[in-house]
């Protein structure tokens, strides 16, 4: 009784390896390897660098949210200001004893009272509207995009005695540090005749960079008790701006800060503002790697072709080595290591092109700018001024894994039916 060889021996690979080098008259063979090679490789590769966009854009959008704006912002319920008078207000008087209970819950980083309002800026002919946040220079510093901006102009040191702008606000007024600016409110003084525009004058000693399109276009920063004054809330705040140590899970939250709030608390958190499109992205996120997955089977399905015809092509092979006494579980289990060293090999390279080119996504965002002939990508539109990449171990593992196994699964039937081809059939005419 002949001895059974163990699965996957060495001669086993040798034969394999071998088939897939075809000759020159079986050209149609080696065709159909190199398709289904290449198109595995792109596959994947799209896939890496899809994945990897799309972690590198969500965590820049989340950073830039998290970075210049309030996890939760705390204001109050609308309260009448005389009884009977039928005029409502949303004006914290108590201010300072709610910051001081809401900072005092476990995990608040920060509780920053906050005025906010709008008003027309103007630079010499030049004007633009602006959202202004009054807050203290010590809360100020505690904003990391806005305190801690890379490309930032002047002192944040110097902001008792002015304002910051945003970048993008800075530049459509044409303004620099030490330039005075004109704001313009329609809410200003109330005198017998109805209420008058308030126009007063600061110097720009600050200019920031926060990241976002929006943010850098519109914000303006005033001290404090300067906002308080220019907009009639004195002895009052708007809103109160909190930090927790967890954004990901502000909800948990929500509960206590109501608590410390006190009666007529109102929450507004971060995913309230932008969890839609969280949402909306997810979902892109999971119709991209359905399409993508489909590209990467098709071009595994071209590895389906090419084993068809090696069969057909290698039947008088197949016959001599059954013959020669190689089971069917060897024949099938060489046909299945030629369609396995192609996915393998087009997986290798397909990973290596998309880790390259994620890491170089600069480069070709670069590239694809001087092929446009301009600024393919809008900040205006997308919020952020750059395409991200962020590379995952778990997104890489999950390309590469979803290309090996369609690859093996897809090479499975035209294996079978190599193995359980007849040798004396294969042999009859030859």
């Not at 946040?133 to 901006?149: C, Q």
């Not at 608390?265 to 790697?289: K, P, Q, Y």
């Amino acid at each position: 009784m002949a001895r059974r060889t163990a699965p996957f021996s060495a001669f086993e690979f040798l034969i394999a390896w071998r088939y897939l080098r075809a000759r020159r008259a079986e050209g149609g063979v080696s065709v159909m390897t190199w398709i289904s090679l290449i198109g595995i490789m792109l596959g994947v590769a799209a896939l890496i660098i899809t994945l990897a966009v799309r972690a590198g854009f969500r965590a820049e959008f989340v950073d830039t949210i998290l970075g210049s704006n309030a996890h939760v912002t705390v204001y109050s319920a609308p309260t009448e200001v005389v009884a009977g008078s039928g005029v409502f207000s949303r004006l914290m008087q108590d201010y300072e004893a709610r910051a001081g209970r809401i900072a005092a819950v476990p995990g608040v980083t920060r509780a920053a009272p906050l005025i906010r309002g709008q008003v027309m800026v103007t630079y010499e002919d030049r004007s633009n509207v602006a959202e202004v946040y009054g807050i203290a220079e010590a809360d100020l510093m505690t904003i990391p995009r806005v305190a801690h901006s890379e490309e930032a102009l002047g002192e944040i040191s110097r902001f008792g005695e002015g304002i910051a702008l945003g970048s993008g606000l800075a530049r459509e007024l044409g303004v620099g540090i030490g330039d005075r600016v004109k704001l313009i409110s329609p809410n200003g003084a109330k005198t017998a005749f109805g209420t008058s525009p308030r126009v007063s004058s600061y110097e720009v000693v600050y200019i920031f960079t926060a990241g976002r399109w929006d943010i850098d276009r519109t914000r303006l920063y005033m001290p404090f008790a300067e906002a308080q004054s220019y907009f009639n809330r004195e002895g009052g705040a708007d809103e109160i701006e909190v930090d927790v140590t967890d954004p990901e899970r502000v909800d948990d939250w929500e509960i206590p800060l109501l608590q410390a709030g006190g009666a007529g608390t109102l929450l507004w958190t971060w995913r309230d503002a932008s969890g839609s499109f969280l949402r909306a992205l997810d979902i892109e996120d999971n119709v991209m790697f359905v399409i993508l997955t489909v590209l990467v089977l098709i071009a595994s399905m071209n590895i389906t072709s090419g084993l068809i015809m090696l069969v057909k092509n290698k039947g008088r092979d197949i016959g001599i080595l059954r013959t020669m006494g190689l089971t069917e579980g060897s024949i099938l289990r060489v046909f299945f290591l030629c369609g396995a060293f192609t996915g393998v090999i087009g997986t290798a390279l397909g990973l290596a092109l998309g880790v390259v080119i994620s890491l170089n996504m600069d480069q070709v965002m670069s590239f694809v700018n001087w092929l446009n002939g301009g600024d393919a990508w809008d900040p205006s539109i997308r919020g952020i001024y750059e395409l991200p990449a962020k590379l995952q171990a778990d997104d890489v593992i999950k390309a590469v894994g979803l290309s090996l196994g369609l690859s093996f699964v897809v090479t499975i039937f035209p294996a079978r039916r190599a193995a359980r081809l007849n040798p004396v059939e294969a042999l009859r005419y030859e």
